[in-house]
């Protein structure tokens, strides 16, 4: 068993946001987000469903042309296939992000 800490090498990049894998385990993937005030916003539109917490930090998103502003503690569910961008972050706002994946069935990727 091994044990880390959310808070371990959690300093800022010097630009954008860094993802870090805590667990990636069959169809489930939690990622820390480790983000800087200088960052670029991107769209993201995904083919899995996406529940973020901000664990420290502000942060401001659009989520389906709606304007949303998160504080520490706040967190959002991110259905598949809805656009989000991260427009504005606070320096050094942390992110949890719970990624899960559709389910393959038992035949996908079995050889043909």
């Known amino acids: 068993m091994r044990i880390d800490n959310l808070f371990t090498n959690a300093t800022p990049p010097a630009h954008g946001e860094r993802f870090d894998t805590i667990?990636?385990?069959?169809?489930?993937?939690?990622?820390?987000?480790?983000?800087?005030?200088?960052?670029?916003?991107?769209?993201?539109?995904?083919?899995?469903?996406?529940?973020?917490?901000?664990?420290?930090?502000?942060?401001?998103?659009?989520?389906?042309?709606?304007?949303?502003?998160?504080?520490?503690?706040?967190?959002?569910?991110?259905?598949?296939?809805v656009p989000h961008t991260v427009e504005r972050t606070s320096d050094g706002a942390m992110w949890l992000a719970v990624h899960l994946h559709p389910a393959q069935s038992p035949d996908q990727g079995a050889p043909g």
């Open 23 to 81: 667990l990636n385990h069959r169809n489930l993937l939690i990622e820390r987000i480790v983000s800087t005030s200088r960052i670029t916003p991107h769209e993201y539109v995904q083919p899995q469903d996406e529940w973020v917490l901000l664990v420290q930090g502000e942060a401001w998103m659009t989520v389906a042309g709606e304007s949303v502003s998160l504080k520490a503690g706040d967190h959002l569910f991110l259905p598949a296939g």
